[in-house]
């Protein structure tokens, strides 16, 4: 993922933490911004690109 759009969603307001987001001073969202950057240098490969560890669990069942 483009680090840069994955930004862009809470930035716009787009879902809860959106929200928070838009609510803040500018201050605040340029803190918000720059601690967003510093903690995904971690995930970011050479390629530019965000790369998130995900995990999913599935399951499915039945009643006897």
């Known amino acids: ?6 930004w862009s969603g809470p ?3 787009v879902a ?3 929200a928070v987001v838009i609510r803040q001073t500018q201050e605040t969202i340029d803190v918000m911004k720059s601690n967003y950057d510093r903690l ?3 995930y970011l490969q050479p390629d530019g690109m ?7 669990l599935l399951a499915s069942g039945g009643v006897p």
């Not at 993922?1 to 994955?6: N, S, Y």
Request: aromatic share 10%; proline share 9%.
């Open 16 to 18: 809860s933490f959106g």
């Open 11 to 13: 930035a716009r307001g």
């Open 40 to 42: 995904s240098e971690t």
């Open 50 to 56: 965000l790369h998130l560890p995900t995990a999913a």
């Open 1 to 6: 993922m483009d680090p840069g759009l994955w």
